[in-house]
């Protein structure tokens, strides 16, 4: 059974700084994504990583996926108020259409 | 493009009776998933058709839960009876299945059952 892992779950940091979300998953995907969700609101997808070694940016946000580790990173660069939100990884398996997703990481940026 | 579409948006019902919950995808996508999303086990997939067949029902609850999709462009979620541990925000999303593409998530039907 796939499971996904994000750490940290909750996170809260100044306006300026940067951090980064990790997200471990259990067995081999071919498919990654990042989404984004607001209080109250659906889920909007962020990125699509599809190989090792992917990194794809937007923004202030940059993601990155490393197969042979299972892992993909959500790197925050100069965090603002307006990134505040929860994230959430979810992994494709080899088969099928299905998506894992992560708990999702509550991330608050304090002005 | 219209996205994907649920209605109602909100619900608010009696344990014991029936809930019907309904989708639109968006057009030309050919899978079709179910969501519900709880503070307390977070986002789970219950249900996912394929070209209007269901895949994967190994998430639905039990058997006061079922779904069907009658055609391609609409999809219905129902539980009866409700109960109160059903009170969650449920989601459909959409995409175009062996494609890239990321699953497209409707703005969701909040349900609550007293």
């Known amino acids: 059974e796939l499971k996904v892992e994000q750490n940290p779950l909750f996170l809260s940091m100044q306006e300026g700084k940067n951090y980064t979300i990790y997200c471990n998953y259990s067995t081999t995907s071919d498919r990654l994504y990042w989404y984004r969700q607001d209080p109250g609101k659906s889920l909007e997808s962020l990125f699509v990583l599809l190989s090792n070694g992917a990194v794809k940016q937007e923004g202030r946000l940059m993601a990155s996926l490393d197969t042979k580790a299972r892992l993909s990173t959500l790197h925050i660069t100069a965090a603002v108020h307006d990134l505040s939100a929860t994230y959430f990884c979810?992994?494709?398996?080899?088969?099928?259409?299905?998506?894992?997703f992560g708990e999702g990481t509550q991330l608050t940026v304090n002005p | 493009d219209a996205g994907v579409i649920q209605s109602p948006r909100h619900e608010v019902t009696e344990m014991g009776q029936e809930v019907t919950l309904r989708c639109k995808p968006i057009s030309g996508h050919n899978s079709l998933f179910w969501y519900r999303q709880t503070m307390m086990r977070g986002l789970e997939l219950l249900i996912y058709?394929?070209?209007?067949?269901?895949?994967?029902d190994s998430g639905m609850p039990e058997d006061r839960f079922s779904a069907k999709m009658p055609n391609a462009s609409f999809s219905t979620l129902k539980i009866q009876p409700s109960e109160p541990r059903d009170s969650a925000v449920y989601f459909c999303a959409s995409n175009r299945d062996r494609s890239n593409q990321p699953q497209h998530f409707g703005d969701g039907t909040r349900l609550s059952i007293l």
């Open positions: 979810a992994v494709r398996g080899t088969s099928g259409s299905r998506l894992t």
């Open positions: 058709f394929n070209n209007n067949v269901p895949i994967d």
